[in-house]
């Protein structure tokens, strides 16, 4: 599991947003909760990003998705590249 922390707060909707932009039209960014987002490449590459807010700002948590076997695959392909996406979109606005 990858986490960011912001010290500010960012809404579900704002981090759809980045990372749909970020990773461009070959991942698929869908809100699942109002704290969770599940991103897919295809049917085996998928990710899921967990949004918790506190007074000190946002914690973003990114992990592979699937089963153990997947999430393995998944931690050193999609994981990376949404964490470096979100490291991306929200380092020049800290």
């Known amino acids: 599991m990858s986490t960011?922390?912001?010290n500010y707060e960012v809404s579900l909707e704002e981090i759809q947003r980045?990372?749909?932009n970020a990773l461009g039209p070959a991942y698929r960014?869908?809100?699942t909760s109002d704290s969770m987002l599940k991103i897919k490449r295809n049917n085996v590459i998928t990710a899921?990003?967990?949004?918790?807010r506190s007074e000190e700002g946002t914690t973003v948590r990114v992990r592979g998705g699937?089963?153990?076997?997947?999430?393995v695959l998944?931690?050193?392909?999609?994981t990376p590249k949404v964490r470096?996406?979100?490291?991306?979109?929200?380092?020049?606005a800290a």
């Open 4 to 6: 960011v922390q912001l």
């Open 18 to 20: 980045a990372l749909s």
């Open 29 to 31: 960014v869908r809100a």
């Open 48 to 52: 899921t990003v967990r949004v918790s």
């Open 66 to 71: 699937g089963l153990i076997v997947a999430r």
């Open 74 to 78: 998944d931690s050193f392909t999609i």
């Open 84 to 92: 470096h996406a979100l490291d991306r979109s929200y380092t020049r």
